[in-house]
């Protein structure tokens, strides 16, 4: 028998991209193998990607099986976890105005949403897979009294750091200036690209390394980070507060 961690999927099967990024990643450090899987809510279409595992589903767009978010819960959720993964802080309310455009949908496929987080700070957050020509475009700027923080997934290598009154830096992935915290989950030298699914298989690597402890009662690292319940349910939240915003015109409404 293997000594590799049993992994069950729920999603990701037939038609589904992420599905596939998610495999690949968990593979990537040899310490999962996929064992069985809820692929799809339609019975038929699960066993054939179980057979099979190789466009956008239509469980998306539909609220009886997605829930009352659609662009909100699909993708502006990663970025509001993005944002409190990186500042610490929390959204204590949110005004949110969310649109769908494309004719006949039932869920927004446009979202702008005001945040308010715990200790005085404020955000915005836009996410939208309407917007043509627009490319992914995961993008986080932070600003506070000591400076400001701006990086894009598409130049994940690359953090513009503005310390307030000087010149901006440019500080890149295990150069110089980067933290050991970050260099421990950098897998390629200085200097070289890293990309998309390491990013994924970080998040792997961490979870097989809680996984593992726990299974041979060993110590953890310390440094081992994964998201959990917690960050999950601060995503349906989010999602929540926003449709109960956008229903009473953008009014402001607690998470």
Same mark, same amino acid.
């Given at each position: 028998?293997?000594?590799?961690?049993?992994?069950?999927?729920?999603?990701?099967?037939?038609?589904?991209?992420?599905?596939?990024?998610?495999?690949?990643?968990?593979?990537?450090?040899?310490?999962?193998?996929?064992?069985?899987?809820?692929?799809?809510?339609?019975?038929?279409?699960?066993?054939?990607?179980?057979?099979?595992?190789?466009?956008?589903?239509?469980?998306?767009?539909?609220?009886?099986?997605?829930?009352?978010?659609?662009?909100?819960?699909?993708?502006?959720?990663?970025?509001?976890?993005?944002?409190?993964?990186?500042?610490?802080?929390?959204?204590?309310?949110?005004?949110?105005?969310?649109?769908?455009?494309?004719?006949?949908?039932?869920?927004?496929?446009?979202?702008?949403?005001?945040?308010?987080?715990?200790?005085?700070?404020?955000?915005?957050?836009?996410?939208?897979?309407?917007?043509?020509?627009?490319?992914?475009?995961?993008?986080?700027?932070?600003?506070?009294?000591?400076?400001?923080?701006?990086?894009?997934?598409?130049?994940?290598?690359?953090?513009?750091?503005?310390?307030?009154?000087? @010149?901006?830096?440019?500080?890149?992935? %295990? =150069?110089? $200036?980067?933290? &050991?915290?970050?260099? #421990?989950? +950098? *897998?390629?030298?200085?200097?070289?690209?890293?990309?998309?699914?390491?990013?994924?298989?970080?998040?792997?690597?961490?979870?097989?390394?809680?996984?593992?402890?726990?299974?041979?009662?060993?110590?953890?690292?310390?440094?081992?980070?994964? @998201?959990?319940?917690?960050?999950?349910? %601060? =995503?349906? $939240?989010?999602? &929540?507060?926003?449709? #109960?915003? +956008? *229903?009473?015109?953008g009014a402001w409404v607690k998470m």
């Open positions: 028998m293997s000594d590799r961690i049993r992994l069950g999927m729920v999603g990701g099967g037939e038609g589904a991209f992420i599905g596939a990024v998610h495999r690949i990643a968990a593979r990537m450090n040899d310490h999962y193998e996929l064992v069985a899987g809820a692929f799809s809510s339609d019975a038929q279409r699960s066993q054939r990607s179980a057979q099979a595992l190789r466009k956008q589903a239509a469980w998306r767009t539909d609220p009886e099986q997605s829930g009352a978010g659609g662009s909100t819960g699909d993708i502006g959720t990663h970025a509001h976890h993005l944002a409190g993964f990186v500042t610490g802080l929390e959204v204590e309310e949110l005004a949110a105005d969310l649109h769908s455009f494309v004719d006949g949908r039932v869920l927004d496929d446009n979202a702008h949403v005001m945040m308010r987080y715990r200790g005085g700070a404020k955000g915005m957050l836009w996410c939208s897979p309407v917007a043509a020509g627009n490319e992914n475009a995961l993008r986080s700027r932070i600003y506070g009294e000591d400076g400001g923080l701006e990086w894009s997934q598409e130049s994940p290598n690359e953090l513009w750091y503005t310390p307030l009154g000087e @010149p901006k830096r440019l500080l890149t992935r %295990a =150069g110089a $200036g980067a933290s &050991d915290e970050a260099a #421990r989950l +950098s *897998r390629t030298p200085s200097g070289h690209p890293e990309g998309y699914l390491e990013g994924f298989a970080n998040i792997y690597s961490e979870a097989a390394a809680k996984i593992l402890a726990a299974r041979d009662d060993s110590p953890l690292d310390e440094a081992v980070h994964t @998201p959990g319940i917690t960050d999950g349910l %601060a =995503g349906v $939240g989010f999602v &929540d507060a926003c449709v #109960r915003s +956008s *229903r009473r015109n």
